[in-house]
T-cell receptor
């Protein structure tokens, strides 16, 4: 397993500003993922962030809006840029050790954009 | 492409009764199947997985799931429900062949266990 922490746990931001979410893992992992989840709903994958390579974005998500950094095997950041109320959501970081095995999730960051 | 269907938005069960949360999947290659649970205001927690081998897999908190290849199902079960089992449950599928190693999640099923 892996223990994952996220900062901040929640934030209220004004439209037009940016927020950077941090994800810290207690051990080295190959794969890190960023998801978005509306409360009580399913997860939508934003991007896959593997160390040493550019993040791979899913359809509907672009680097200019959601830049991601992965400087080492235990840390990643997701920035939500030029926020609008539609960006209000829960953002989850997860990690995986092997390609088809389970993921471990952080507690999430609840973002509200006013 | 791969997909997961959780046909029930909500499942209600009385404490002490058996529970089943349904999941069916579609994938071209061999499926890798997962169940996760999400308690209020928490991230997802891994419950159990099927990779290969015995069709009945056992996981955390007394949960188990049965892989049925002919019905393409992976239903989550527990013999005796607890009020503390009330949460949101997600089924997920991935594949190395004919799909994506990145799992596809179902829309989730809210389990409510009544005292």
């Amino acid at each position: 397993s892996a223990v994952i922490s996220q900062k901040p746990s929640r934030d209220i931001c004004q439209r037009g500003t940016s927020l950077t979410i941090q994800c810290q893992v207690d051990s080295q992992v190959t794969m890190m993922f960023w998801y978005r989840q509306q409360p009580g709903q399913s997860l939508t994958l934003i991007a896959t962030a593997n160390q040493g390579s550019e993040a791979t974005y899913e359809s509907g998500f672009v680097i200019d809006k959601f830049p991601i950094s992965r400087p080492n095997l235990t840390f990643s950041t997701l920035t939500v840029s030029n926020m609008s109320p539609e960006d209000s959501s829960i953002y989850l970081c997860s990690v995986g050790r092997e390609m088809v095995h389970e993921q471990y999730f952080g507690p999430g960051t609840r973002l509200t954009v006013t | 492409a791969q997909s997961v269907a959780q046909p029930e938005d909500q499942v209600n069960v009385a404490e002490g009764n058996p529970l089943t949360v349904k999941c069916t999947y579609s994938v071209s290659g061999n499926p890798y199947l997962f169940w996760y649970v999400q308690y209020p205001n928490r991230g997802l927690q891994f419950l159990l997985k099927y990779i290969t081998g015995d069709n009945l897999v056992k996981g955390s908190y007394g949960f188990e799931a049965e892989f049925n290849k002919s019905q393409t199902s992976f239903h989550l079960k527990k013999p005796s429900a607890l009020v503390s089992d009330s949460a949101l449950y997600f089924c997920a599928v991935s594949s190395l062949s004919g799909g994506s190693y990145i799992p596809t999640f179902g829309r989730g099923t809210s389990l409510i266990v009544h005292p």
